[in-house]
């Protein structure tokens, strides 16, 4: 047994990390620099994994390492608020102005779970619609998976969740707009919110079909719910103002996290001034956290946001597409939205997880391993997005396509 997997439950500190799907034993990294990483041995990768989506600049970019330490040598957190939270609030409405009030935590998880909170508050409501193969992190209310079928009562799909509490939470087929109005018809006045990735990326990279979101924004305006958009991968990344700018679909909270920390541990919510009110202290939706809004963090945040220009975004998407044009793999086939990129080991791109569900996952993981023995290090799973960021220049790209060779 390894060191780490004596400490560690599987030897890592999250569950992909393990390489289960893939097999073989992740490469240990210790340092990362731009698109490229190197292991203990020296041998160095470009990386696709990027953190798992927050590093959009590549890794130890300059602007972020340089506000970290002028952050850090300032000492804190002071437990009251910096100005550096407020400038990265202020950095974050702007760009995405349906964030009329946020509220900083330190991951995804959290801000999805405070989200669903404010929406039952809000609402009086208790049901949850959430979406198959849709992921917002390990909150109980979250970690369920249809148990067959598009529409059902969930079963919990991790061990430890209470049977009352996964019933509160109903799983929808993601661009299937049919399924959510049957949820939202069998139960009428009950549906809090509807939590959706409006680019799903934990299915492998699934774009949302014409009219998906805009319909969900009827159908929950109709039915009295909330419509939540969890936008912790496509936030910054899909568009300067993210998934809800680049469909034109405005939802009444958002989840936000990676990108806005600058690649340090970080989440958000916030929408609506009259929902996000409701959050303690000025009204009764409690939800606290000891390093939340952390001045270092948040001033990693501020020198990313900072850094995207249009510029980076158009030079972020053209290398993206050189390299979804040069991924030509025979019984594969290639889903893109910006920087989020997936090969599925399938004829066509999917549109849902079902489909998602059949591609070859073994070749998958052939491919994944004569893609790291040629120096590409991709996530190892056929249902993680791949990240390209703005270090993946044109060489890198060249060289990777050299490697699909
Ligand atoms: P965290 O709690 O891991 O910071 O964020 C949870 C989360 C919420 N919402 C979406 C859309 C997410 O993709 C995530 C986390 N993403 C995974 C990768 N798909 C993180 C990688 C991991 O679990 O190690």
């Not at 945040?301 to 030509?328: D, H």
Request: proline share 6%; aromatic share 6%; no cysteine.
């Amino acid at each position: 047994m390894t060191v780490a997997a004596d400490l560690f439950p599987g030897g890592v500190n999250s569950p992909v990390r393990a390489y289960r799907a893939v097999g073989g034993e992740p490469p240990v990294l210790v340092r990362g620099e731009g698109a490229v990483v190197w292991d203990e041995a020296g041998r160095r990768y470009i990386d696709y994994v990027g953190a798992f989506g927050p590093l959009l600049l590549g890794h130890a970019n300059r602007g972020v390492v340089e506000a970290i330490h002028s952050a850090a040598e300032a000492g804190g957190s002071f437990g009251v608020t910096g100005p550096g939270e407020v400038r990265l609030a202020q950095l974050i409405r702007k760009r995405m102005p349906s964030i009329e009030r946020i509220r900083f935590v330190n991951s995804g998880t959290e801000a999805a779970m405070s989200a669903l909170r404010v929406a039952r508050a809000a609402t009086g409501r208790d049901l949850i619609v959430k979406f198959d193969g849709g992921y917002h992190g390990h909150a109980d209310s979250l970690l369920v998976e249809a148990g067959s079928g598009v529409a059902t009562l969930s079963i919990p799909g991790s061990a430890g969740v209470a049977r009352a509490v996964a019933a509160q939470t109903v799983v929808a087929a993601y661009n299937d707009l049919d399924s959510v109005e049957a949820l939202l018809e069998s139960h009428p006045g009950h549906v809090a919110a509807v939590i959706v990735e409006p680019v799903a990326a934990n299915m492998g990279v699934v774009a949302p079909a014409t009219g998906f979101l805009k319909g969900l924004r009827e159908l929950t305006e109709r039915a009295g719910a909330l419509l939540i958009f969890d936008e912790v991968i496509t936030g910054f990344r899909v568009a300067p103002g993210g998934a809800q700018a680049l469909y034109g679909v405005r939802p009444d909270l958002t989840v936000l996290g990676k990108i806005i920390g600058g690649g340090l541990p970080v989440g958000a919510y916030g929408g609506r001034a009259d929902l996000m009110d409701l959050v303690a202290p000025s009204g009764p939706v409690y939800q606290a956290g000891t390093l939340s809004g952390h001045p270092v963090v948040m001033a990693a945040g501020e020198a990313a946001l900072a850094q995207l220009t249009p510029e980076v975004y158009a030079g972020i998407e053209a290398q993206a597409a050189r390299l979804e044009a040069g991924l030509q793999v025979r019984g594969a086939s290639v889903a893109r939205v910006g920087s989020l990129l997936t090969l599925f080991f399938r004829e066509r791109p999917p549109r849902n997880f079902a489909e998602a569900r059949g591609s070859d996952v073994k070749a998958f993981a052939q491919f994944f391993h004569s893609m790291l023995e040629a120096g590409v290090l991709l996530p190892p799973s056929q249902f993680e997005a791949w990240f390209v960021s703005a270090a993946h220049d044109a060489p890198v790209i060249d060289v990777t396509l050299e490697a699909l060779a």
